[in-house]
């Protein structure tokens, strides 16, 4: 055989193959795919939130699809199933993922949170390259904060069965045995970290009045008053910090801050009420 030939026989067969296996099997195996159980389609207002998230192009920078690969599901939440998408025309899986992946977003957050983030993103993480969306009306802004809330919910309350799992353990709660000293290092870094994460809700002065705070029920703690309603031994803030305050636009920073830089918090927003 002449390699022209051979070359373009074998060129073929790889078409053939490949339109086979992502053209063909896919479209066979959804003929009678039925939605997962607990799914249920979009209502009004969140149908109005997914066409804004498509307008505005989201979908950029988020992916919608959380792989079996990896630890992703520690990080994002239970693996993404193929019928969890049959509502979606079109799909939003995205091809990238510049900012985290969102198709569990869903009771992640407070709807104040999605609100103050989405005109603002900075002022919650100071590093963010998302977009400030102020040209979004808060009728908008409301019916995106829906989408998001309404992503990946519906499998169980897998979020609060894991943060039990990791809930503080009787000997972990309380007052440190081996407590850390306070030293101009670890209060340096808590400055440092306080002012890329936390400045935004809590405000420069501790004081609670942050630039989005407005937009948070409850309003973000003030530090200034010596008040702890999580408790205030370094302990019991430094596991504030670390868990967040389920139901309050708090999050836990966890998985997100180093055991040292939590510390150095712990000293920075205590040395508010010092003043
Ligand atoms: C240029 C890329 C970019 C675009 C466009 C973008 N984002 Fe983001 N987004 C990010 C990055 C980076 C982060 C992580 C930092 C942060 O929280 O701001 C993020 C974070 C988020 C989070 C927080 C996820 C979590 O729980 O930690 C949500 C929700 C979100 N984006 C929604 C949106 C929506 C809705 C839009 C469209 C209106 C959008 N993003 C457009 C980059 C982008
Ligand atoms: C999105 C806004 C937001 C961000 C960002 C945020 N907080 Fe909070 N924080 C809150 C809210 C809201 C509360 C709960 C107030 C309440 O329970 O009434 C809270 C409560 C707390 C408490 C408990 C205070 C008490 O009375 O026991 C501590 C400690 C705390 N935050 C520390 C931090 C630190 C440190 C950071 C940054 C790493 C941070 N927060 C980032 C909103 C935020």
Known sequence: MRLNNLIFIAGLGFFMISFFIVGILPWIQGADLKPAP???DYNEIESLGRKIYI???CWHCHTQFV???GGESERYGPVSSINEYVYDKPQLFGTRRIGPDLAREGGKRTDGWHTA???NPQALVSASVMPKYTWLTDEEVKALTA????????IGDWRAARAAEAAPKEEEKG??????????ELLAKGKQVYQQLCVGCHGPNGDGKGPVAAALTPKPADFTDDEWKQG??????????????????MPPFGAQLSEGDRRGLVFYVKSFSEK
């Open 175 to 184: 007052v440190d045995k081996a407590p850390v000293a306070v030293s101009a």
């Open 117 to 119: 983030h989405l005109k």
């Open 55 to 57: 307008r505005e192009v």
């Open 147 to 154: 989408y998001l809330q309404k992503l990946g919910t519906g």
């Open 67 to 69: 792989r079996p690969v």
């Open 38 to 40: 607990y799914l249920t």
């Open 232 to 249: 205030g031994t370094d302990r019991e803030v430094f596991n504030t910090i670390t868990r967040g305050v389920p139901g309050t636009a």
